[in-house]
């Protein structure tokens, strides 16, 4: 079979630490056009997703240094990207248990390798072959955003107003205020600006956040002293407090 040239592979990334079913496993998906790599832990798939896009994750539960069914809920959270689980545990409690975190499938060992195939084609149909996109908060950089007399420009960072001084934001501050200014008037919570601002494989947790949005808030209040800008909802999360108007640069 001869695969015509505009067609490009999709990119599988199977996670498991035993050598015995990943290197088989990789070898046996090569040979149905699958572009695949291969991951032994937690940390080493957390790596290969920063280092490129995949297409879908083949997870196995049990991993050395990390929880699958947890992972499975953190990359649910953080990205599209579609997972695969592969568990010795047959369990309905367990199946149900992966679904409910994030799993697209689930697939008990052993198994045969021509259904897993099917699985993933068929997961892949679902999410309408899509590849892993970062958050949309890092993605947005192609205009410019005006709030509260503000021009927030996400490709330089810069934050400028009328009769103020350009400010440059840091990376993180630059990607917190792009998911504000793409929720205007919205409360997102600290576990939704960590979605929308980190990228997968980044452990940031709440204080980090709060401490970010802390330096924001001072940056942005330097530029419109006596306004609050940026209001903390207590339970809730942080809202920006302000209409937002877009213009293409």
């Not at 490129?52 to 959270?77: A, K, N, S, T, Y």
């Not at 679902?126 to 021009?151: N, V």
Request: hydrophobic content about 45%; aromatic content about 6%; glycine content about 6%.
């Amino acid at each position: 079979m001869i695969i015509p040239e505009t067609v490009t592979a999709q990119r599988v990334l199977v996670v498991d630490d035993h050598r015995k079913i990943r290197e088989p496993l990789a070898v046996y998906l090569r040979q149905h056009r699958f572009d695949v790599r291969t991951a032994e832990s937690a940390a080493a798939m957390w790596l290969m997703l920063k280092q490129q896009p995949f297409d879908i994750v083949i997870l196995d539960v049990m991993l050395p240094d990390g929880d699958g069914m947890e992972l499975c809920h953190q990359l649910h959270r953080r990205t599209p990207l579609p997972v695969i689980l592969l568990t010795a545990r047959d369990a309905t409690c367990d199946r149900i248990r992966g679904l409910e975190l994030g799993a697209d499938d689930y697939v008990v060992k052993p198994f045969e390798p021509r259904e897993l195939v099917a699985r993933i084609n068929s997961v892949l149909r679902r999410h309408g072959k899509q590849t892993q996109q970062p958050p949309r908060a890092l993605t947005d950089t192609l205009h410019q955003y005006r709030f509260a007399g503000l021009s927030f420009i996400p490709a330089t960072g810069m934050l400028s107003g009328d009769g103020a001084d350009a400010i440059q934001l840091s990376t993180m501050e630059g990607r917190l205020l792009s998911a504000f200014v793409a929720h205007p008037n919205q409360v997102l919570s600290r576990d939704r600006l960590i979605d929308l601002c980190v990228l997968p494989g980044n452990d940031v947790f709440d204080r980090a956040i709060d401490r970010q949005v802390s330096r924001l808030r001072l940056k942005l209040t330097r530029m419109l002293p006596g306004e609050e800008l940026l209001v903390t909802v207590w339970g809730s999360g942080y809202r920006l407090a302000a209409d937002v108007r877009v213009q293409p640069l």
